[in-house]
């Protein structure tokens, strides 16, 4: 069976609609996501096995735990903000709370790695766990309120951006450092500040989702690849993979 492929732009958003015989019509939003969610899922399970397997898999455990909810994230932000996103409204809208529920509950648990490597909180204790998981499920709750009420912009401002913002910056604080006070190799270290920098160009990417679109929408080869989300989703990837390499180069030395 033959199909033809519209490529289109609207809203700032880039939409691929396939026509199959008989006049269906499927469109999948920013189809240029799909690749980069599977990498990250290929990324978030090879990275947890390979952390909870390593002979210090002790002092990289939260991390794995991190690294597996990213591959999960992302392949629910795969069905919610492209496969699925013009289609099936319910269905969309649970992968969408799952999808933005975790990616603010990734953010909680990278600082308590952070303040686990500069000796602030103690993972093993029950205390800890209870915090950890009363904060997780406070997201969880108030992502179900955001899409119940409707209050996506406060929702956005607050468990997004908001959780976001305070807690990697602080990730990155407390882990310098942690970097310092330990004497992290150098190779290690060049990890981490990439970690750093992926993940603020993809924040900017977001904060910048105008500009983008404006620069760059009158070409939609172009803009398939250059938008808010696909900036987003690879630094996203970036950011992980190097965060996992820092992790590992780290531990390798006992640290």
Not at 106 to 111: D, G, M, N
Not at 210 to 229: P, R
Request: with cysteine; glycine share 6%.
């Amino acid at each position: 069976a033959s199909m033809d492929v519209v490529w289109s732009v609207a809203n700032c958003t880039v939409s691929a609609s396939v026509k199959l015989d008989g006049g269906n019509v499927y469109t999948v939003i920013n189809p240029v996501l799909v690749p980069w969610c599977f990498i990250a899922l290929y990324l978030g399970i090879s990275r947890f096995l390979f952390f909870r397997r390593a002979s210090f898999a002790n002092r990289s455990g939260l991390y794995a735990v991190c690294f597996l909810m990213f591959g999960v994230m992302m392949t629910n932000a795969m069905l919610a903000d492209s496969i699925l996103a013009d289609h099936w409204s319910w269905i969309r809208t649970v992968f969408s709370i799952v999808d933005v529920s975790l990616t603010s509950s990734i953010a909680v648990v990278i600082l308590c790695c952070g303040l686990y490597d500069g000796g602030i909180i103690d993972v093993a204790s029950l205390k800890t766990k209870l915090c950890i998981m009363a904060s997780i499920a406070a997201i969880w709750i108030g992502w179900i309120a955001t899409f119940y009420t409707n209050q996506f912009v406060v929702g956005f401002l607050v468990l997004y951006l908001g959780v976001i913002t305070v807690c990697c910056p602080t990730y990155l604080v407390v882990e310098l450092k942690y970097i310092r006070a330990n004497s992290v190799p150098r190779v290690a270290v060049d990890k981490f500040f990439l970690t750093g920098i992926s993940g603020a160009i993809g924040m900017m990417a977001m904060l910048a989702s105008k500009q983008l679109c404006a620069c760059f929408q009158n070409n939609i080869s172009m803009f398939a690849f250059i938008n808010s989300n696909s900036v987003w989703f690879v630094c996203s990837d970036l950011a992980i993979y190097y965060m996992a390499e820092y992790v590992r180069l780290r531990s390798q030395n006992n640290l």
